[in-house]
């Protein structure tokens, strides 16, 4: 059962939005009445995105490739998205990669540069764009995308590890400088997904159901739809009182495993 939400007139950027679970939340916040401006890696898969949105709903949508390791291309994206929609009120952060899954000793300088500009250096370039526009145009709701892996560690994903529990960093002071100012910033931790990102880590669908599973309580790996409704939650009026928090959702692995 999915809890409804009304965004009308609202406009969401989601970074990311390509696949996975930021697909799931593009698509979620256009159903929920926003208009969406999607970027990310990959212009077939924007595209057909964009045009499963146009087609089934009646939000405006717009597609950008970005490379979140680019700070021109971030400040360029949040440039777009404002003048195309006027303001951007709500912004996700959720650009990220597995990286290699290795033991440290294993990764080298490239490995760790890798990781660390996408997922954690490319969550900063966001909030450096998306709190001034915000700021200007009296509030938004952030939220960026860290992992159940940003607050526990694993062996073999060191590196992404780091990067995760680094965006709750820059999420709680960021939430801290803003706090006053009418913009919400919070982090989303899931647990196992199944997404690309999840297949490439453990190998295949299979390779992550035999790691995973049976270190989750709910004996199940989420689908991305359940994510999404965690975001729109948090970007949502019913969160208003909600800021600097990373929320687990895990199907009971952090209680069980940490
Ligand atoms: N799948 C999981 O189990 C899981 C669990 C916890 C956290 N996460 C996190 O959720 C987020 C989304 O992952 P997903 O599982 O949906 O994977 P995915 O591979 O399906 O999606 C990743 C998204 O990030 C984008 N991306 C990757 N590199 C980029 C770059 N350099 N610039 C711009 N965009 C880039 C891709 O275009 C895509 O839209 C990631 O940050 C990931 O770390 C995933």
């Excluded at 698509?27 to 898969?45: H, R, S």
């Excluded at 590890?161 to 919070?186: D, F, H, M, Q």
């Excluded at 453990?202 to 309580?217: H, R, Y």
């Amino acid at each position: 059962m999915n809890v409804t939400y009304d965004f009308s007139g609202k406009t969401a950027l989601i970074i990311g939005g390509t696949s996975g679970i930021g697909r799931a939340t593009s698509l979620a916040f256009a159903q929920a009445g926003a208009n969406v401006f999607v970027a990310g890696i990959g212009a077939a898969e924007g595209a057909s995105l964009k045009e499963e949105i146009a087609r089934t709903t009646k939000v405006g949508v717009e597609f950008s490739e970005v490379d979140v390791r680019r700070d021109a291309e971030v400040k360029a994206l949040v440039e777009r998205a404002a003048a195309r929609f006027g303001r951007i009120d709500i912004a996700f952060n959720n650009a990220g990669i597995p990286g290699k899954t290795a033991l440290v000793h294993e990764l080298d300088e490239a490995d760790f540069d890798q990781i660390v500009d996408v997922n954690l250096k490319g969550i900063f370039l966001g909030l450096k764009y998306q709190v001034p526009h915000m700021l200007a145009h009296g509030g938004g709701a952030i939220v960026n995308t860290s992992s159940l892996f940003g607050v526990m560690g694993f062996a073999t994903t060191a590196v992404y590890c780091a990067s995760k529990w680094g965006v709750i960093g820059l999420t709680n002071s960021v939430a801290l400088e803003v706090a006053k100012k009418n913009i919400r910033v919070n982090a989303i931790a899931p647990g196992s997904v199944m997404t690309p990102l999840l297949t490439n880590m453990f190998g295949s669908e299979q390779g992550a159901k035999d790691t995973v599973i049976p270190l989750i309580p709910m004996g199940r790996i989420s689908d991305p739809k359940e994510i999404a409704q965690l975001v729109l939650f948090l970007s949502s009026d019913a969160a208003s009182f909600i800021t600097g928090q990373a929320v687990v959702i895990d199907g009971g692995g952090f209680v069980a495993n940490a």
